[in-house]
């Protein structure tokens, strides 16, 4: 009997997702162990991205839990890494910033991912809450070029492309948990948290599409000002964080995201 060649790659792979397979690949080469129930996690993910139609949006995602650096540094689209900077603890399934010196540099500006000041979304798996101020990911060039999910006191600030654009919603540190994803859905700037209890809409602002992307590179755990790291830095605990464009289903990646997370590394969201 003859069979294609496209089934042959099939068999070959595993089954395997081509984009699933060049990550898993990629992160073992950086020294990871992944096991079958972490294969398959990975495998459902990005098949349910493109059966959905929102993985197409993701233009940077890392899934720090492979308790090392080298592998939590790899991007599951592009297999390219980022970088570790400070104390950064690495642990099975999940890292967390020292809230002082701790961060993540994607190694990519939201301008040149093709971000826009009418496009464009920011996401963090948080599984440990923080105890004080934080950014989550964030960069800032300008006061008109500004992007980021962080916390002042007792608030979430949320800014899409421009402090004047800034959402504020008050909110425990314990509390600060959670998928967390602000993005911008037609002419609204919208900040979303998924928890086990299910997903919320936070805040939605009309808003008209000012600013521009930032210039300088996405920081995780803390803010980029302007070429710097600066604070506020985080001590949360991160399963996930990364960087869309337009993407319009925010409940069906944010549910995906947690299940990936969930069933890779055996841990319960918040």
Do not use: C
Request: charged residues 10%; aromatic residues 10%.
């Amino acid at each position: 009997m003859q069979y294609s060649l496209a089934h042959q790659l099939g068999k070959r792979s595993g089954g395997l997702d081509p984009d699933a397979k060049a990550y898993i690949t990629a992160v073992e080469t950086a020294g990871a162990t992944v096991n079958a129930t972490q294969k398959k996690a990975i495998n459902t993910f990005f098949k349910t991205g493109k059966s959905d139609g929102w993985y197409s949006s993701i233009k940077r995602m890392y899934l720090p839990i492979w308790a090392s650096a080298a592998p939590n540094a790899v991007d599951m689209v592009t297999r390219a890494s980022g970088t570790f900077n400070g104390t950064v603890t690495h642990s099975a399934g999940y890292i967390k910033g020292n809230g002082s010196t701790g961060y993540f540099d994607f190694g990519v500006t939201p301008s040149s991912l093709g971000l826009s000041n009418s496009g464009g979304g920011l996401f963090a798996l948080v599984n440990i809450a923080p105890t004080s101020s934080h950014t989550h990911v964030g960069a800032l060039t300008t006061n008109v070029s500004y992007f980021s999910i962080l916390s002042t006191s007792t608030q979430y600030r949320t800014v899409p492309f421009a402090s004047a654009r800034q959402q504020l919603v008050a909110e425990s540190f314990a509390n600060m948990s959670g998928v967390l994803f602000m993005d911008r859905d037609g002419g609204d700037d919208v900040y979303y948290s998924r928890k086990s209890a299910g997903f919320s809409e936070i805040v939605r602002t009309t808003q008209a599409a000012s600013g521009s992307a930032p210039t300088h590179n996405l920081f995780a755990m803390a803010l980029n000002n302007a070429g710097s790291p600066s604070a506020p830095y985080s001590n949360a605990g991160y399963g996930a964080y990364g960087v869309t464009q337009n993407n319009s289903s925010a409940s069906n990646f944010t549910l995906a995201l947690k299940n990936l997370w969930e069933t890779a590394t055996g841990l319960t969201l918040p």
